[in-house]
């Protein structure tokens, strides 16, 4: 007999979702309710640890398998561009929230780091996105030039710097304030300006700009 079966009728999952509604149901009932069977262990995970897992971790936990590990996958993607508005060329962010709204969704959930720039136009409207690096758990590798290369050709005016902690910790490290001081300083000398770094975390984020720099 599966775990959903053994419940009370009170305590099934389905009736809760139906009589109660989606929001009043715990992450494991969600979660028995997509896979259509007990999920033991996998519960605990929370909603964070599934967005993180690998399908291989979570195949690994009782009730569900490498099938049902697809579902979850696909689950949650539906679930990040459901809920991330990816902003388009000329829209203009109204600030650091907007730019963590977009990006958690897409960055939070990696187990290295990514560094992306958002190219503004001189009404710092977006007029390109791109991922400019791909590091490790700890750190990413960036180079001035490299950055600021891609930006000159494409005549951008202005520029916001974006990239994840896997560690889901926003607070910027030592590392993050000397590399954002380079940047800004070849910002200025390229006439690219740099409006923002902003580092994304899963509960959260922290703007450089916000913190006056520091």
């Known amino acids: 007999m599966s775990t959903i079966a053994a419940l009370e009728p009170d305590a099934r999952p389905r009736e809760r979702l139906a009589s109660r509604g989606a929001a009043e149901l715990t992450d494991g009932e969600l979660l028995a309710i997509l896979l259509g069977a007990g999920t033991r262990g996998a519960s605990a995970l ?3 640890g599934l967005v993180r897992a690998s399908p291989e971790e979570l195949a690994a936990y009782v009730g569900i398998g490498p099938a049902r590990a697809t579902v979850v996958q696909a689950a ?3 679930g990040r561009r459901a809920v991330a508005s990816r902003p388009v060329r000329g829209q203009r962010l109204a600030g650091a929230s ?3 709204t977009y990006f958690r969704h897409r960055l939070s959930p990696l ?4 560094f992306w720039a958002l190219g503004l136009d001189v009404r710092h409207r977006v007029q390109s996105e791109s991922c400019l690096a791909r590091g490790s758990l700890t750190g990413v590798e960036i180079h001035p030039r490299d950055v600021f290369r891609p930006l000159i050709r494409q005549a951008t005016a202005a520029v916001i710097f974006c990239h994840n902690h896997p560690s889901g910790d926003p ?3 030592r590392a993050d304030l000397e590399l954002t001081a380079r940047l800004r300083e070849v910002g200025d000398l390229c006439g690219i300006p740099v ?5 994304v975390g899963w509960e959260g984020y922290a703007s450089l700009a916000e913190r006056n720099w520091r």
């Not at 409006?195 to 580092?199: Q, R, S, Y």
């Open 195 to 199: 409006l923002d770094h902003v580092i």
């Open 98 to 100: 907007e730019v963590w």
């Open 76 to 78: 949650l993607e539906l």
């Open 111 to 114: 187990s290295v780091e990514e």
């Open 171 to 173: 607070a910027p490290s």
């Open 46 to 48: 929370g909603v964070a």
